[in-house]
């Protein structure tokens, strides 16, 4: 017997930080306080989303894997991961904060779903959803 996955997209956001590398910034889909990431122990999931290289190109795309934990209802199983990083030079922010030093921004919005079999339009969502957030600036 087949089992379908009740797992929920989320989404969350990857920066590059100049002195801690990739990290988290932000969850969304999950409740306030929640933190997905240390609930499943996805430590490689910055890393993953804002692969070494993202910098050698304007927009890219990465495809992962990630194992949630068992809950009292579900058993552990894999969920799967998608990520558009982008990036822009720094002299193009518009409030550009302390804390960048680089000549380039770097994040990723990542889509996490308990099934790939949507990833084509996914991409697509995610490459539009990354553009306007860097047109922000």
């Not at 932000?26 to 910098?55: E, I, K």
């Not at 553009?131 to 922000?136: C, D, K, L, S, T």
Request: include cysteine; aromatic fraction near 10%.
């Amino acid at each position: 017997m087949t089992r379908v996955s009740t797992f929920s997209t989320i989404v969350c956001v990857v920066g590059f930080h100049h002195a801690r590398g990739p990290e988290i910034e932000a969850w969304f889909g999950v409740d306030d306080g929640q933190d997905p990431a240390a609930d499943n122990d996805w430590t490689y999931l910055p890393f993953m989303a804002l692969s070494d290289g993202a910098h050698a190109s304007t927009e890219d795309f990465s495809y992962f894997t990630l194992r949630r934990n068992a809950t009292d209802s579900e058993p552990a199983t894999s969920v799967f991961g998608i990520s558009c990083t982008r990036q822009m030079d720094s002299n193009e922010l518009l409030k550009r904060p302390p804390d960048v030093t680089r000549s380039t921004v770097q994040k990723a919005v990542v889509a996490i779903a308990g099934s790939p079999q949507s990833f084509g339009q996914l991409r697509e969502k995610l490459s539009v959803v990354t553009g306007a957030w860097f047109a922000q600036r």
